[in-house]
């Protein structure tokens, strides 16, 4: 376990079944937290590592969402607080972009994909569970 004690905590990881998102979900249950993988389309890797997490002796949830709609956001905050109740610590991992390339050649479309991912995500995600955090 590492030098940090989050046992009886929950944390809730967009983007969870990512590269990036995989190591922070590993580390967290390393330090006893219960983890939200939150994932977009990549069902199976989040089942996996669901399955690599639980073996931690913690608990693990897979959830679906859309980052870039606050209903779907909602509707993950619902389902984290069903099966590991309210959130202790949010992970703003997922961002959305389909075509990485010089920032010359990006469409106005990746643009605004980038947006919804990056930016509105955070307000969606703090309007949802910032609220049962406080």
Same mark, same amino acid.
């Given at each position: 376990?590492?030098?940090?004690?989050?046992?009886?905590?929950?944390?809730?990881?967009?983007?969870?079944?990512?590269?990036?998102?995989?190591?922070?979900?590993?580390?967290?249950?390393?330090?006893?937290?219960?983890?939200? !993988?939150?994932?977009? &389309? /990549?069902?199976?890797?989040?089942? =996996?590592?669901?399955?690599? $997490?639980?073996?931690? @002796?913690?608990?693990?949830?897979?959830?679906?969402?859309?980052?870039?709609?606050?209903?779907? !956001?909602?509707?993950? &905050? /619902?389902?984290?607080?069903?099966? =590991?109740?309210?959130?202790? $610590?949010?992970?703003? @991992?997922?961002?959305?972009?389909?075509?990485?390339?010089?920032?010359?050649?990006?469409?106005?479309?990746?643009?605004?994909?980038?947006?919804?991912?990056?930016? =509105?995500?955070?307000?969606?995600?703090?309007?949802?569970?910032?609220?049962?955090?406080?």
């Amino acid at each position: 376990m590492i030098p940090i004690d989050l046992s009886n905590k929950v944390a809730v990881i967009t983007g969870g079944s990512g590269a990036l998102g995989r190591v922070m979900g590993r580390t967290l249950a390393e330090a006893g937290a219960d983890i939200a !993988i939150c994932y977009h &389309r /990549d069902q199976e890797t989040a089942h =996996l590592l669901r399955d690599e $997490i639980t073996a931690k @002796n913690v608990r693990a949830a897979v959830v679906q969402a859309d980052v870039t709609n606050q209903d779907s !956001i909602n509707a993950m &905050r /619902d389902a984290v607080v069903n099966t =590991l109740g309210a959130a202790d $610590i949010i992970v703003n @991992n997922a961002v959305i972009q389909y075509n990485w390339t010089s920032v010359l050649e990006q469409s106005p479309e990746d643009y605004e994909s980038q947006f919804q991912s990056c930016v =509105l995500h955070n307000v969606y995600r703090d309007q949802a569970f910032v609220p049962g955090m406080i």
